[in-house]
Nanobody, 120 residues
C-alpha cells in the first residue's frame, strides 16, 4: 500500500500563497491519478484537485484559477500551489489517489495531512 506524507501548510494572511507537497512511499505512484483533498472543521472531506499520470488536471470550482496541482514522478511527489487564499480555504489538506467510481480511498490509506490556516 502506498503511503503519503503531506507538508507545507501553515498560517498565511488572506491573499497569500502556500505550496503544499505530498511525498509517496512507492514509485508506482507515478501510474495513478492523484488528488488533493481538504477537510474543514466540522465538514466532510472534499476533493480539491486531481492530476493524471500524464499531467491532465481538474479542479473544484471553489479553487479554479487560484490553485495549481502538479507532480514530479521522478520524486514521487505531488504539489498544490495555492494563491489568493481566503478564509474558506482553511482546512487540513490531504493527498491520496483520486476517487475511483466516485469512491474515496480507503480510510486507512490517508496520511496525517497538513494544516492550512488563513487569518489576518
Amino acid at each position: 500500500q502506498v503511503q503519503f506524507v503531506e507538508s507545507g501548510g501553515g498560517l498565511v494572511q488572506p491573499g497569500g500563497s502556500l505550496r503544499l507537497s505530498c511525498a509517496a512511499s512507492r514509485s508506482i505512484f507515478k501510474f495513478y491519478t492523484m488528488g488533493w483533498y481538504r477537510q474543514a472543521p466540522g465538514k466532510q472531506r472534499d476533493l480539491v484537485a486531481t492530476i493524471t499520470s500524464t499531467g491532465s488536471t481538474n479542479y473544484a470550482d471553489s479553487v479554479k484559477g487560484r490553485f495549481t496541482i502538479s507532480r514530479d514522478n521522478s520524486k514521487n511527489t505531488v504539489y498544490l500551489q495555492m494563491n489568493n487564499l481566503n478564509s474558506e480555504d482553511r482546512a487540513v489538506y490531504y493527498c491520496n489517489l483520486a476517487p475511483i467510481g466516485g469512491n474515496y480511498p480507503d480510510p486507512g490509506s490517508w496520511g496525517q495531512g497538513t494544516q492550512v490556516t488563513v487569518s489576518s
